[in-house]
């Protein structure tokens, strides 16, 4: 069984959905609850309301997720895309095209995974090792800030130092460096202490130039630390808007400046995003792709135990799509509060795995261990640059059996027969399907589990947009890090 979109996109529920796994009679349970988040999506895409949804400060906040995908005039009010905030992202690319040696791009969370996943699928493991010219004149990108962590911070800051050096030697010119700080909060302790000392030393370096962009909490009232220091200092300035959370928010500015940092179709990837979110407006459970993940994935957690999410794409470069589902998933549903203020202690917990990787080290887990995971496969269905595997040494039989099929043919033999043989031990799975790694199918599949958490916030009765327990160490942090200060002086 699989829902098979127009552009070919795939949700394959097979190995999810019939005897032994989520019923019909599963699904039948929930109709009016479906019927419910359906219509909840539809005010939340109208008006950006969701029922109980509360900021941090305990006041009503709209959710503009759902009108990312959509380019319109109207949307300029709300710091979402807009005709001009596109031209916006373009103008950027040219800047930075043969005027900006190296990106470094700081953030956390939110502010970072989705960055990071489109600089991993567009540009892979050795885009800063190209040319300028195989870079097509844009620079090269380095993030930070996504940890506390000096070692790494240093290492960055030399390697800076060195590139300086060698521009200095060979083209007798400084090395143009642009800082892309974004924090929708503006303070976030990760993001700006990395930030501060790496501004402080290139700014004390010598043979260095350096640019700062500040993607920011627009408010012109409340304004955050970094907007008020992007106003000071004159940087440019990119939106998170309100109404956007960070793990929602790699189709706003957040994401679109790494897309266009890498040169990215933009259009593309919205337009993916959109032709999803018309997908996911079918009343019709079979047809509505995020609706149906939801509830599949909830029968099977709610009605079957599965309380565990392997997100499992098959190629190295997905692997920090499965990090960026992580952090969706783990601070969209894991609530101990319903909407109705009861104690539900509600989530399923997601799980970081990649193909075939982890078929060498986790698989054995997912076949033998609890039965509390579904396991959700990506597959790139046409893969570029597929490398035959040759027949290297025809004298050895093994090596000879396995020559003359290609790479990505051998990595979807190994994902079939791993999805076949948890099949085969009533583990559960299923499997969305890209027809290739571009741009458009990238913003169907992001849309598609975004939308697909946010049904899930509603068949649970949890608010899927907040996330009041990342408040609760920070609490105790603030105060921690100013005793330390104190003891200092
Ligand atoms: O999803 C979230 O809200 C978080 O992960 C944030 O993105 C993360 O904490 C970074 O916050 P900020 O962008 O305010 O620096």
């Known amino acids: 069984m699989a829902l098979v979109l127009k552009s070919g996109f795939t949700f394959d529920y097979d190995n999810l959905f019939g005897e032994g796994k989520v019923t019909k009679a599963d699904l039948d349970s929930y109709a009016a609850d479906l019927k419910k988040a359906h219509e909840a999506m539809k005010v939340m895409r109208e008006s950006g309301f969701i029922k109980a949804h509360l900021s941090k400060d305990g006041s009503p906040e709209k959710v503009y997720f759902s009108k990312l995908p959509y380019v319109t005039e109207e949307n300029s009010k709300l710091h979402l895309n807009s005709p001009a905030s596109i031209r916006k992202l373009h103008e950027f690319t040219r800047h930075l095209r043969n005027n900006i040696d190296v990106v470094v791009s700081l953030g956390i969370g939110g502010s970072f995974l989705g960055n990071k996943v489109l600089f991993d699928i567009f540009c892979g493991e050795f885009w800063n090792a190209k040319t300028k010219e195989q870079r097509n004149g844009l620079p090269k990108v380095y993030f930070s800030g996504q940890n506390i962590d000096s070692r790494r911070t240093a290492d960055i800051i030399n390697h800076l130092k060195a590139m300086s050096f060698v521009a200095k030697t060979h083209e007798k010119r400084p090395l143009k460096v642009c800082l892309i700080c974004i924090s929708k909060s503006g303070g976030t302790l990760d993001t700006m202490s990395n930030f501060m000392v790496i501004y402080d030393a290139l700014q004390k370096a010598q043979n260095i130039e350096v640019e700062v962009v500040a993607v920011t909490d627009p408010n012109e009232e409340k304004k955050t630390l970094l907007k008020q220091l992007a106003i000071d200092k004159g940087w440019p300035q990119f939106a998170v808007p309100d109404g956007v959370g960070g793990r929602f928010s790699v189709f706003c500015e957040v994401g679109l400046i790494t897309a266009a940092v890498i040169g990215m179709n933009i259009e593309k990837f919205l337009e993916g995003a959109r032709d999803m979110d018309e997908a996911c407006k079918n009343e019709n459970l079979f047809e509505n792709p995020a609706m149906l993940n ?196």
Request: hydrophobic share 40%.
């Open 294 to 489: 939801a509830a599949l994935k909830f029968a099977a957690y709610q009605k079957h135990g599965r309380n565990i999410e392997v997100m499992m794409p098959y190629g190295d470069y997905l692997k920090s799509l499965s990090e960026w589902y992580i952090q969706l998933l783990a601070e969209s549903l894991g609530k101990q509060f319903d909407k109705d203020g009861k104690e539900v202690c509600y989530g399923r917990t997601p799980l970081v795995a990649v193909g075939t990787t982890d078929m060498h080290s986790q698989t054995q887990q997912h076949q033998e261990g609890a039965l509390d995971k579904v396991v959700q496969f990506i597959k790139v269905a046409k893969w570029e640059d597929d490398l035959v595997i040759p027949n290297a040494f025809p004298e050895v039989k093994k090596l000879a059996d396995i020559s003359g099929v290609t790479m990505s043919e051998a990595l979807e033999v190994a994902r079939q027969s791993n999805a076949d043989a948890l099949s085969s031990n009533k583990r559960f799975n299923a499997c969305f399907t890209l027809p290739e790694l571009n741009e458009y199918h990238l913003g169907e599949l992001l849309y598609l589990l975004a939308m697909s958490v946010a049904y899930e916030g509603e068949l649970a009765n949890v608010d899927a947009f907040n996330q009041p327990g990342v408040e609760a160490y920070k609490r105790i942090m603030g105060p921690k890090l100013q005793e330390l200060k104190s003891s200092k002086k």
